[in-house]
């Protein structure tokens, strides 16, 4: 089992930053990808960025590439999404996600979540 806790949401202006933090225990936190996914009201849970187990790899939904920066610290078992230009249509509830035998890009993929964070830009 993995414990995951998300952090750093919040409200913040359109053009603004936000720092997004998940902390993970249990589990070997290095044995896991990890992803970002969010949710906004009345649409369907969407992937935002995955980082693999050793860093050498990310990728990011087209929608948030060049604003959004995902990366992870092993020692300190975190993985973070660094979320800069906000735009209106960021504003979800944002959920990290490990995945323990893949490199997942779906939901599906990832084995434990966070209970989330709400990210709000207003316009």
């Known amino acids: 089992q993995v414990q995951l806790v998300e952090s750093g949401g919040g409200l913040v202006q359109a053009g603004g930053s936000l720092r997004l933090s998940c902390a993970a225990s249990?589990?070997?936190?290095?044995?896991?990808?990890m992803g970002w996914f969010r949710q906004a009201p009345g649409k369907e849970r969407e992937f935002v960025a995955r980082?693999?187990?050793?860093?050498?790899?990310?990728d990011y939904a087209d929608s948030v590439k060049g604003r959004f920066t995902i990366s992870r610290n092993n020692a300190k078992n975190t993985v973070y999404l660094q979320m800069n230009s906000l735009k209106f249509e960021d504003t979800a509830v944002y959920y990290c996600?490990?995945?323990?035998?893949?490199?997942?890009?779906?939901?599906?993929?990832?084995?434990?979540w966070g209970q989330g964070t709400q990210v709000t830009v207003s316009s």
């Open positions: 980082i693999s187990r050793s860093s050498i790899r990310t």
């Open positions: 249990g589990r070997t936190f290095s044995n896991y990808a």
């Open positions: 996600a490990a995945d323990k035998s893949s490199y997942g890009l779906v939901s599906a993929d990832y084995d434990y």
